[in-house]
């Protein structure tokens, strides 16, 4: 199993600026994912952070709004920009050791946007 | 569109009863599903998960069962506990990556 840190654990953050929240997985790992859930939903995938080239996203996430970063196998940042307050949600980074293996998450960054 | 359901938002158990949570999904393409619980303010714990190739996978209390005719799986708690309250989301992935797409969860509530 991985294990993974996030930070921060939770934020409130005026509209119009732009939050980065980064993970951290104690082990290599192939995969790295950003999820978010928003109040009463499901996580919806917003993207696979790919190692060394420009993350795969989700249909109705673009790279403009959900900026990613994967500089190595073991951290990844995703940027909420220009913020609003329907951005308000919680934020999941999770890792994968490859295909068809259990994905791990992080314990989340809630943020709050006001 | 949401290609895993969860039809039941919640569900109330008696501790030492049998505790059962479905899971419905749309793509024939998903190949590989996992069941996660989450506790509040805290990231989805992985639970159990099964292939494709199987149609149960068991571990201690917690059974899955996958029936792919009917694109229906459902998790099998026994006997269920206290400490088993919690949202459990289902999961399902594909052969072509690893995304994982989520369900909407059940609150799981075990009474003493």
């Known amino acids: 199993s991985a294990v993974i840190s996030q930070k921060p654990s939770r934020d409130i953050c005026q509209r119009g600026t732009s939050l980065t929240i980064q993970c951290q997985v104690d082990?290599?790992?192939?995969?790295m994912f950003w999820y978010r859930q928003q109040p009463g939903q499901s996580l919806t995938l917003i993207a696979t952070a790919n190692q060394g080239s420009e993350a795969t996203y989700e249909s109705g996430f673009v790279i403009d709004k959900f900026p990613i970063s994967r500089p190595n196998l073991t951290f990844s940042t995703l940027t909420v920009s220009n913020m609003s307050p329907e951005d308000s949600s919680i934020y999941l980074c999770?890792?994968?050791?490859?295909?068809?293996?259990?994905?791990?998450f992080g314990q989340g960054t809630r943020l709050t946007v006001v | 569109d949401q290609q895993v359901k969860q039809n039941s938002p919640s569900l109330r158990v008696q501790e030492g009863r049998i505790s059962i949570l479905n899971c419905d999904y749309t793509?024939?393409?998903?190949?590989?599903f996992l069941w996660y619980k989450k506790y509040p303010a805290e990231g989805p714990t992985f639970l159990i998960s099964?292939?494709?190739?199987?149609d149960k996978n068991e571990d201690g209390r917690f059974t899955v069962f996958l029936n792919k005719s009917a694109k229906h799986l459902s998790l099998h708690i026994v006997p269920s506990q206290p400490g088993d309250s919690a949202v459990y989301f289902c999961?399902?992935?594909?052969?072509?990556?690893?995304?994982?797409?989520f369900g909407t969860g059940t609150s799981l509530t075990v009474i003493p």
């Open positions: 793509n024939s393409m998903f190949d590989y």
């Open positions: 999770s890792a994968a050791g490859g295909l068809n293996t259990e994905a791990f």
């Open positions: 999961a399902a992935s594909g052969h072509t990556g690893n995304q994982f797409y």
């Open positions: 082990s290599q790992v192939t995969m």
């Open positions: 099964i292939s494709s190739i199987k």
